[in-house]
Each structure stands twice: as C-alpha cells, then as structure tokens.
Nanobody, 119 residues
Framework: QVQLVESGGGLAQPGGSLRLSCAAS????????MGWYRQAPGKQRELVARILSGSSTHYADSVKGRFTISRDNAKNTVYLQMNSLKFEDTAVYYC?????????????WGQGTQVTVSS
C-alpha cells in the first residue's frame, strides 16, 4: 500500500511564504513524476507544479517565478516552496505522484493540506 502524506500548510499573509512537503511511503519501487495540484472553493482542481524523475519541472503560469518545486529522491519526498503569496493562492493543495510498486504504475493522491492567504 502506497501513501502520500502532506504537511506544511497553514495561514500566511500576502507576500509571505510557506513550504509544503509530501512524503511517499509503502511498497515503492520507483517514483516517476511528482506534483502539486490545488482546488479553491467552487473551482476545479488545477495543476500548480510538476517535477519529473529527471528533475525537469513545469509550472502553472499563475505561480511561475513565485513557487519552486523540488524533490529528494532518497526520501521519496516532494516540496513546494511558495513565496510572494497572493490571496488567490488560497486553496487545498494536493500532492500527486506516479509510483511503481513492482506490479503496476498508478497515480496516487495525498489527503490535501489547506493554504490560506489572508491579512
């Protein structure tokens, strides 16, 4: 059984910073892409950032230059450093990963962590 556990959400002021972490555990043979999505109230879930196993990254236009995604393969962990936060970054952030457990490659989701940007 594979699990993704997120941490690091919370309350920040506009212009502030937060760092999210997501650790994968369980029967893991290899992890391919890892990423972060977010869902604001009344909106669809959207991609925030994604990082491939070779460290190639992709960002949503709305977060380019402000957010940085990184991963520590030894710890099976992906991070999202969020700087210059805006009100519109308020959402539940979900970790996502494509993981091979020796039987198949499946997509897994974390439980979500709330990020609130408020003054």
């Amino acid at each position: 059984q594979v699990q993704l556990v997120e941490s690091g959400g919370g309350l920040a002021q506009p212009g502030g910073s937060l760092r999210l972490s997501c650790a994968a555990s369980g029967s893991i043979f290899s992890i391919y892409a890892m990423g972060w999505y977010r869902q604001a109230p009344g909106k669809q879930r959207e991609l925030v950032a994604r990082i491939l196993s070779g460290s190639s990254t992709h960002y949503a236009d709305s977060v380019k230059g402000r957010f940085t995604i990184s991963r520590d393969n030894a710890k099976n962990t992906v991070y999202l450093q969020m700087n210059s936060l805006k009100f519109e970054d308020t959402a539940v952030y979900y970790c996502n990963a494509d993981i091979n457990d020796l039987r198949a490659t499946n997509q897994y989701w974390g439980q979500g962590t709330q990020v609130t940007v408020s003054s």
